[in-house]
């Protein structure tokens, strides 16, 4: 069982940044891949980035560029910076954790992104 908390959703202008932050209850080590995804309204969740047990991060054509996931390994978190926001960019915010091929995910933050 892995549980998740994220943080840091709020509301930017186009052009602006913000800084999302997902903490898991047990240690990154143990979690084989943790990422991050959105749903805007009335849209299906998509993936925005992903970052595996070896740092290899995957992006969205979307985001590349824009979008930077990390991991702070000694706080068991894991980051989404954000960059050169778009109002496209606008939805909730999921993070999620793979372990022992089940997936767990957190409760969500709301990203709002005004032209």
């Known amino acids: 069982q892995v549980q998740l908390e994220e943080s840091g959703g709020g509301a930017a202008q186009a052009g602006g940044s913000l800084k999302l932050s997902c903490r898991a209850s047990?240690?990154?080590?143990?979690?084989?891949?943790m990422g991050w995804y959105r749903q805007a309204s009335e849209k299906q969740r998509e993936l925005v980035a992903t970052i595996h047990a070896g740092a290899m991060t995957r992006y969205s054509d979307s985001v590349k560029g824009r979008f930077t996931i990390s991991r702070d390994i000694p706080n068991n978190s894991v980051h989404l910076q954000m960059n050169n926001l778009k109002p496209e960019d606008t939805g909730v915010y999921y993070c999620k954790a793979e372990r022992d091929y089940v997936g767990y995910w957190g409760q969500g933050t709301q990203v709002t992104v005004s032209s």
């Open positions: 047990i240690s990154l080590g143990s979690i084989g891949a």
